[in-house]
T-cell receptor
Framework: DTAVSQTPKYLVTQMGNDKSIKCEQN?????MYWYKQDSKKFLKIMFS???????INETVPNRFSPKSPDKAHLNLHINSLELGDSAVYFC????????????FGQGTRLTVV | GDSVTQMEGPVTLSEEAFLTINCTYT??????LFWYVQYPGEGLQLLLKATKADDKGSNKGFEATYRKETTSFHLEKGSVQVSDSAVYFC????????????FGTGTSLTVIP
């Protein structure tokens, strides 16, 4: 069983489109995250979310929004896609409040053309 | 705010060479420290961790010691293999960061036979 799974693995889309990336974890964790990895491999936290609190990185454009239908899922919606949104997006989860390791999905490579 | 500074890469070593990748951190309070590894085309995997000062994390021949006095968590391996070629990330997390994980810039390691 994959602990953190995200779909799709690859996503190619045109500028201006709206797209979603899905993430599911079967670890029973309370906290889920979205990270963006750019072409230089730099990882930036976008959001962290548990069933009580959403923490948003203030540098993330409001075109990006997390949606959590339940504790095991945290989907990422992106509106009006731009060329600069091209990156690999990683979902992760961990168990709060104890600070254990984060488990990562395999990533979604988003290419905006 | 809390942050991690990691040795710049890329690093190229011959098989069986000694590896050190430096990592220092800035944090209020007492974070947990991690090393993650990313193999080509894959997500991040936890390599090792340490949750308090003087703890040593170890896995697959890699080691790192949590040094509070020097705010460091350097990664070492005595004899690298070709299969160790990957990108290595130092990271920290704590309740002060809202349990978010902050990553260094990553260090690319290539081991040649």
């Amino acid at each position: 069983d994959t602990a953190v799974s995200q779909t799709p693995k690859y996503l190619v889309t045109q500028m201006g489109n709206d797209k979603s990336i899905k993430c599911e974890q079967n670890l029973g964790h309370d906290t889920m995250y979205w990270y963006k990895q750019d072409s230089k491999k730099f990882l930036k936290i976008m959001f962290s979310y548990n069933n009580k609190e959403l923490i948003i990185n203030e540098t993330v454009p409001n075109r990006f929004s997390p949606k959590s239908p339940d504790k095991a899922h945290l989907n990422l919606h992106i509106n009006s896609l731009e060329l600069g949104d091209s990156a690999v997006y990683f979902c992760a989860s961990s168990q709060a409040p104890q600070v254990t390791e984060a488990f990562f999905g395999q990533g979604t490579r988003l290419t905006v053309v | 705010g809390d942050s991690v500074t990691q040795m710049e890469g890329p690093v190229t070593l011959s098989e069986e060479a000694f590896l050190t990748i430096n990592c220092t951190y800035t944090a209020t309070g007492y974070p947990s420290l991690f090393w993650y590894v990313q193999y080509p085309g894959e997500g991040l995997q936890l390599l090792l961790k340490a949750t308090k000062a003087d703890d040593k994390g170890s896995n697959k021949g890699f080691e790192a010691t949590y040094r509070k006095e020097t705010t460091s968590f350097h990664l070492e391996k005595g004899s690298v293999q070709v299969s160790d070629s990957a990108v290595y990330f130092c990271a920290l997390s704590s309740q002060n960061t809202g349990n978010q994980f902050y990553f260094g810039t990553g260090t690319s390691l290539t081991v040649i036979p």
